[in-house]
């Protein structure tokens, strides 16, 4: 292809103008130049290595460690009919032969490959073969120790410099301080590299840091006050879907994303969100990924988020319309002890994770020295439960391993459903005359798999959905009834995970290789965690601030809109303290008043008032009583 980069952006993202820095990063990978770029969440990093590659002849090579996130671009790009392919975990040797000779062959554009992958001699061997005109590695953080997402596995890139020294690479990045940017620079080999920060100011973004004691109160009034999308980010699974059925009570429409769902489930409730059909999105930190709505006016996280970085980015998703937006932090006394003990208390040691490691060599019967790349699919719970493990410590190991490329995990939920007819063909059809509803559930069933008289036969559950215009969740009932009906036999299994193991089954001996990246990395996360406590307590300094200096941007000013310059802002003469104090002790006047009720019937600032009722309270001019409101004390 030979056109101007706007060409094609118009042509394949229908858009008239690049965001700031697009079009120079691309201009300077076009010219063969090695390219670092630190491009805000939002910022369009995936434009600047899609471009280049598609006006140079030949493929580009994309490392990326989130196999979601690579699925999401594939689609994307075969969807406006650029050919690209992804190799993930869980492709036979006869599958990854097939795929490598497309990209060599079929007039392929992009190839998105793990970093583990770049360890095989199979894809060493067909990369030499195809003409790479760019590689591309996204998340670049990853590449350094001092990461928030450090992988070992991201060393393997290097190999990409034997493999095709005279191809330029592009490393891109949402969040990195200056450390971390010299760290990725030196271990990708760049030679004078075109390095482009991208300011992290948001000018249309207020932070806030609100504490709230009732958090779901404040949540409420928040939402009906910005009718327009949001997103709350919450805890953990349970939480999602408790929180979404409180909001949808008070009539403010709500859906749930979390890792658990299968894919129907996460694609109709996503796509509500994005049609505007439901106003909030309450999610795990598993959502957000790829996602670009760009009318998003608040994200609202309940509790404390793990890092400053995954902070930014999930903040980093309101506003992209460049209306005004709102990233907001819900926090009350109990938070600080919450967060430690999520991320902290449950971080996995050198031997925990050794233990975990042996046991889920056991439970999928992995001999000793074997097990390279297989696969299987994983139930978490059922694992947890075997052998008596603590969740978040378990899933904290298993990261652990993923990151470390000793296995490969990948969130899947999958119903897994064994059949067995055990009646007659007579007695099948004396009961479906009875039960008619189950007619076309059950006829579909025959028809599609032959032996199921003779033994289980593995149904594909959303096939047989699809055919008798059901849900998966109906067909499930329908089955379960039908073997309390005596019918069938039926065994269901659920997971929601896959396992690859990467490396062959060597216990302690895998892990020792690893031990001081784990501690490395543990250490990190206590300074991570310390770093988000400081910054919702530090309410003297402009949260922007806070934030880019954070970052290492050199004297960034006050914003102006974040929860702390807004207190420091002169108030209007109606919401100075001391006409607050007469109208709160008028109001007080003709009965006890709960804080929430005063904040109301005043229309003040929350803050400002809390404060106001604090020194009355101090001067003694009013108590509060048994039922938690204030009154008038009778001097």
Known sequence: MSFHPINILERYWKFTSFRANQEAVINAVLEGEDVFALMPTGGGKSICFQIPALIKEGICIVISPLIALMKDQVQSLNNKGIKALAITSGISKDELDTLLDNCIYGNYKFLYLSPERLQQELVQDRIRQMKVNLIAVDEAHCISQWGNDFRPSYSNIIKMRELKPSTNIIALTATAKPKIVEDIIKQLDFIKPKVFKQSFFRHNLG??????????YRLETILKKYKNASIVYVRNRKATIEVSKLLNSKNITSTYYHGGLNHTEKETNMNSWMNNQKQVMVATNAFGMGIDKPDVKTVIHLNLPESIESYFQEAGRAGRNEENAFAIILKNKNDENLVKNQFLKVLASVDTIKLIYRKLCNYFQISYGEGVYFTFDFDFSHFCKTYNFNTMQCYNALL????NSIISMSKKF??????????T????FNYLEKHSKYDIIVKSILRSYGGIFDHQV??????IADKASISEHELIQTLKQLEKDNLITLNHS???????FIEPREDDKTINRIAPIIKQQNKLKKTQVSAVIDYINNDDVCKNIQLLSYFGEQNPEPCGICSVCILKQPKANHNAPENIKHDII???ESGDKSSR???QLLSCNDTETKRVLKDLLEHQIITITKTNTYKLSHL
């Open 414 to 423: 999958k119903n897994k459903v064994l059949v067995k007819f055990i009646s």
């Open 586 to 588: 008028q109001l007080l």
């Open 597 to 599: 009720e005063i904040t």
């Open 458 to 463: 593995d149904i594909n559950t959303l096939k």
């Open 207 to 216: 932070y806030m840091v609100l504490h709230e004691e009732d958090k779901y």
């Open 400 to 403: 652990v391993l993923d990151r």
């Open 494 to 500: 659920k997971t929601d995970a896959q396992i690859t």
């Open 425 to 428: 063909n007579n007695s099948i």
